[in-house]
């Protein structure tokens, strides 16, 4: 998922997921960061990631990275 917004600060980036903060825009509803954060262990239990990259000004895209099930795991 990509967007054209005004991107994420670096150091913000390199901790966005990974702790319960959240990047609070003016007029937005109030977010604690635990969604990033849970998506991002969830991926990780079963061998997936969460990959977000972003560069101000440009904008930010966030990959969800999940593996692919084998036969013989339904």
Same mark, same amino acid.
């Given at each position: 998922?990509? !967007?054209? @917004?005004?991107?994420?600060?670096? #150091?913000?980036?390199?901790?966005? @997921? *990974?702790? *319960?903060?959240?990047?609070? =825009?003016? @007029?937005?509803? /109030? $977010? /604690?960061?635990? &969604? ?6 969830? %991926? #990780?239990?079963?061998?997936? $990631?969460? =990959?977000? !990259? /972003? =560069?101000?000004?440009? @904008? ?8 692919? &099930?084998? $036969?013989? /795991? %339904?």
């Amino acid at each position: 998922v990509s !967007d054209n @917004g005004c991107g994420i600060p670096a #150091e913000l980036l390199a901790v966005l @997921g *990974r702790r *319960r903060i959240s990047h609070r =825009k003016t @007029g937005s509803i /109030s $977010a /604690s960061g635990i &969604a990033l954060l849970n998506a991002r262990q969830a %991926l #990780e239990a079963c061998g997936g $990631a969460l =990959k977000i !990259d /972003s =560069k101000l000004g440009f @904008g930010t895209t966030v990959s969800l990275v999940i593996p692919q &099930a084998g $036969a013989n /795991s %339904l």
